[in-house]
């Protein structure tokens, strides 16, 4: 049995407890039993409440520029291809920025990425912050993610000199770090990395406005394939997971983006598109697979980007920034389900010629409450 203690800057730390037995799933299981443990069940409300879904959408033109200036009646929210009336519509545009104001935080990789790679996207990372004498575009925070500890700092600045002094303090616990190879070391940083991702979307669930989670990372291991199998109850308990991390990441409104500086040249390797076969959203728990968990899979889902096709981190980041600068949030009420945790594809479509619209691709709706008298 392994042991991880996981740290975070307001002072909280768990035990991490993983059985060592084949499948894999085993080791994540233990993870997602604990995760679903510390959550209540998921308990429907009255539609204005509980069914209410709010969606933070980004239209841009066939260049990617994010574009303003648009009214309520350019979009239509399709919901299984039905259309949804939209319950509430606000732009947020340069002239009127939203209130609060969106925030990004910026997570460096420490345990999924190799060394050489974490030293170059630390020092990367530094110039960005450095640049026009330290002011941000926003109110940005740092996650400094090792198998050591998660050191992450609550509160957002517009300062980047901080941040960047703060992550030159950190540099030695990043390039310390190795962790276990072949197969069993792949699963713990699977471990790692999903729990990560789990503490801080629900620190966030208590902090209003939109939120960017910048991961820079190659991603976590997907783990799937015909050598590993699933029995009933792991299927059952990974859908569950897939379930929660869609309906937390839209309840704490954070829009995640997998950064990964690979370069031209390797942006079409294996690496780079593989996640594309587990992006169609999960119906069930037997179609469910450990690579619907990926980064690039809940980034996309999430209405963010899978951003790797250049080594200019500095580049790479402009662009999810770019995605405050203009963007619509609009709401509408889910039907009710037929049963729990009943899939939704979500579409969003603009009136525009030229223009498309990015946002979350799907969520889990719930069956209305029963009156009990």
């Given at each position: 049995?392994?042991?991880?203690?996981?740290?975070?800057?307001?002072?909280?730390?768990?035990?991490?407890?993983?059985?060592?037995?084949?499948?894999?799933?085993?080791?994540?299981?233990?993870?997602?039993?604990?995760?679903?443990?510390?959550?209540?069940?998921?308990?429907?409300?009255?539609?204005?409440?509980?069914?209410?879904?709010?969606?933070?959408?980004?239209?841009?033109?066939?260049?990617?520029?994010?574009?303003?200036?648009?009214?309520?009646?350019?979009?239509?929210?399709?919901?299984?291809?039905?259309?949804?009336?939209i319950t509430s519509f606000h732009a947020s545009e340069p002239t009127e920025p939203s209130d609060p104001p969106v925030q990004a935080i910026i997570l460096v990789d420490g345990v999924n990425a190799s060394?050489?790679?974490?030293?170059?996207?630390?020092?990367?990372?530094?110039?960005?912050?450095?640049?026009?004498?330290?002011?941000?575009?926003?109110?940005?925070?740092?996650?400094?993610?090792?198998?050591?500890?998660?050191?992450?700092?609550?509160?957002?600045?517009?300062?980047?000199?901080?941040?960047?002094?703060?992550?030159?303090?950190?540099?030695?616990?990043?390039?310390?770090?190795?962790?276990?190879?072949?197969?069993?070391?792949?699963?713990?940083?699977?471990?790692?990395?999903?729990?990560?991702?789990?503490?801080?979307?629900?620190?966030?669930?208590?902090?209003?406005?939109?939120?960017?989670?910048?991961?820079?990372?190659?991603?976590?291991?997907?783990?799937?394939?015909?050598?590993?199998?699933?029995?009933?109850?792991?299927?059952?308990?990974?859908?569950?997971?897939?379930?929660?991390?869609?309906?937390?990441?839209?309840?704490?409104?954070?829009?995640?983006?997998?950064?990964?500086?690979?370069?031209?040249?390797?942006?079409?390797?294996?690496?780079?598109?593989?996640?594309?076969?587990?992006?169609?959203?999960?119906?069930?728990?037997?179609?469910?697979?450990?690579?619907?968990?990926?980064?690039?899979?809940?980034?996309?889902?999430?209405?963010?980007?899978?951003?790797?096709?250049?080594?200019?981190?500095?580049?790479?980041?402009?662009?999810?920034?770019?995605?405050?600068?203009?963007?619509?949030?609009?709401?509408?009420?889910?039907?009710?389900?037929?049963?729990?945790?009943?899939?939704?594809?979500?579409?969003?479509?603009?009136?525009?010629?030229?223009?498309?619209?990015?946002?979350?691709?799907?969520?889990?709706?719930?069956?209305?409450?029963?009156?009990?008298?």
């Amino acid at each position: 049995m392994s042991h991880d203690k996981v740290s975070v800057a307001w002072g909280d730390e768990v035990t991490v407890r993983c059985v060592i037995l084949p499948p894999f799933v085993l080791c994540l299981a233990a993870v997602l039993a604990a995760s679903q443990a510390t959550h209540p069940a998921l308990v429907p409300a009255q539609p204005a409440a509980g069914h209410r879904i709010l969606l933070d959408v980004v239209v841009t033109d066939k260049s990617g520029k994010p574009i303003s200036g648009l009214q309520e009646q350019d979009f239509t929210i399709l919901d299984d291809k039905t259309p949804a009336k939209i319950t509430s519509f606000h732009a947020s545009e340069p002239t009127e920025p939203s209130d609060p104001p969106v925030q990004a935080i910026i997570l460096v990789d420490g345990v999924n990425a190799s060394i050489q790679s974490v030293i170059f996207e630390t020092q990367q990372l530094q110039k960005f912050l450095r640049q026009n004498n330290g002011q941000l575009p926003l109110p940005m925070s740092l996650a400094i993610f090792s198998d050591a500890s998660q050191q992450m700092q609550p509160e957002s600045t517009r300062d980047g000199n901080v941040l960047a002094d703060g992550l030159g303090a950190n540099q030695p616990g990043l390039r310390s770090l190795r962790r276990s190879a072949g197969f069993w070391g792949a699963s713990e940083r699977l471990q790692l990395s999903l729990q990560t991702l789990e503490r801080i979307t629900r620190y966030e669930e208590g902090r209003p406005g939109r939120k960017l989670l910048l991961w820079i990372s190659p991603g976590w291991p997907l783990l799937s394939g015909p050598s590993i199998q699933l029995t009933n109850r792991d299927e059952r308990m990974l859908f569950n997971s897939v379930v929660d991390f869609s309906r937390q990441l839209r309840d704490a409104r954070v829009t995640l983006y997998s950064i990964d500086p690979l370069g031209t040249g390797d942006a079409g390797s294996f690496r780079a598109f593989y996640y594309q076969s587990f992006l169609k959203g999960v119906p069930n728990a037997r179609k469910v697979d450990s690579g619907n968990l990926a980064l690039q899979v809940l980034a996309t889902q999430s209405g963010g980007m899978v951003l790797n096709s250049s080594n200019d981190l500095q580049k790479l980041l402009a662009a999810p920034l770019g995605d405050a600068k203009a963007f619509y949030t609009l709401s509408f009420d889910a039907p009710p389900a037929d049963h729990p945790d009943e899939y939704h594809a979500l579409q969003v479509k603009v009136d525009k010629p030229g223009l498309s619209a990015r946002t979350r691709t799907g969520y889990y709706a719930q069956p209305y409450p029963t009156t009990v008298h």
